[in-house]
């Protein structure tokens, strides 16, 4: 078996049956399923049911809603291929999506993650994630949201690959860990990323995998809304925890010039977009949890892997610059 695919589900009915039905027709057939529902309360748990039977396919239904991190890591655990496909309920393949994925996967053999080109799944012709970036303001941002995705058609080294539909090396989840639960939902895909950075593991992104992706339905179990109270709390507390959990402790403290305007713009836009609520307790929840994340080690032999990340957020201040000028002669 080449493949494990794991798709999270909570409240899918919309798009789960299609889905599912776009990775049933890959041309690389040689992968098991396993569905991991959150606890949806809808006709998407009934969809799900209605797979089973299937050879290589596993159903995990919880009672209630895990999280993403939790939910992918009990589909992981069960995984027995050598490569882990994790992918969102509100994506849809493209036929060879997976073999494009397996390919590059095995042509870098210290990747830990490859990620394919995500498109608007109502704007095709724009890109809706070409892999995250960091910048130095704390901030975790989509490469090309909302940009031709014309734009993106390179192979190249990311920072972290999006959770939403990307391969993982299974045999290194052994040293970097696997999805911290503490981040519950969003930007634990970019943390776990960021461990591997650390540790000269990396991240691809593969252009000629492919697909089109809805956005917001997976964790939530709701689309459409960019801006909510669930997210803003998830945002609130996992902004703190991203960059403090992950870099060491000196870097940590060189880079706070940086970080506390990035964490005071992102204070001031929630609360300009009626958020401010739900980011401040966000926030809260990340203090509280300071004293209870676990910090990965610090170790010397990584010293070029850490200038490594910091020149990386360097640069990603100059591609979020770009990115927001582009946006708006784009209007």
């Known amino acids: 078996m080449k493949a494990s695919i794991v798709l999270p ?30 606890g949806s309360t809808d006709a998407s748990l009934a969809t799900a049911r209605s797979y089973k039977g299937r050879p290589g396919y596993t159903l995990i239904e919880n009672t209630e809603n895990t999280g993403f991190s939790a939910a992918v890591n009990k589909g992981i655990q069960l995984a027995a291929a050598p490569y882990v496909l994790l992918f969102n309920n509100d994506a849809f393949a493209e036929p060879d999506m997976l073999a494009q994925l397996l390919q590059t996967m095995q042509a870098h053999p210290n990747a830990f993650a490859v990620q394919c080109l995500m498109l608007r799944h109502f704007e095709p012709q724009k890109a809706d994630d070409a892999g995250d970036y960091m910048t130095l303001l704390g901030w975790a941002c989509k490469r090309g949201d909302g940009l031709p995705a014309a734009r993106y058609q390179k192979p190249r080294r990311i920072f972290s690959a999006c959770g939403g539909a990307a391969l993982y090396r299974r045999a290194f989840f052994d040293e970097i860990g696997l999805f911290d639960e503490t981040f519950f939902a969003y930007l634990e895909d970019v943390d776990i990323s960021w461990r591997a950075n650390n540790l000269g593991y990396k991240n ?18 709701t689309t459409g809304a960019k801006y909510n109270n669930f997210k803003a709390v998830q945002s609130g507390r996992n902004n703190l925890l991203l960059p403090y959990k992950n870099m060491p402790l000196v870097m940590f403290v060189l880079n706070l010039p940086f970080l506390i305007p990035g964490y005071l713009i992102k204070t001031l836009f929630f609360h300009i977009r009626g958020f401010g609520a739900p980011w401040r307790q966000g926030m809260r929840e990340g203090f509280a949890a300071f004293g209870k994340i676990k910090k990965p080690p610090f170790y010397w032999k990584n010293l070029f892997h850490y200038f490594w990340v910091e020149g990386s957020m360097f640069a990603g201040m100059f591609v979020y610059i770009d990115y927001r000028i582009r946006r708006l002669f784009q209007k």
């Open 9 to 38: 589900n909570l409240n899918g009915a919309g798009w789960l049956q299609g889905c599912i039905e776009s990775l049933y027709a890959q041309t690389e057939q040689d992968f098991e399923l396993i569905v991991v529902d959150n």
């Open 204 to 221: 691809y992104f593969c252009p000629t995998a492919r697909c089109t992706h809805i956005a917001g339905a997976t964790t939530s179990g």
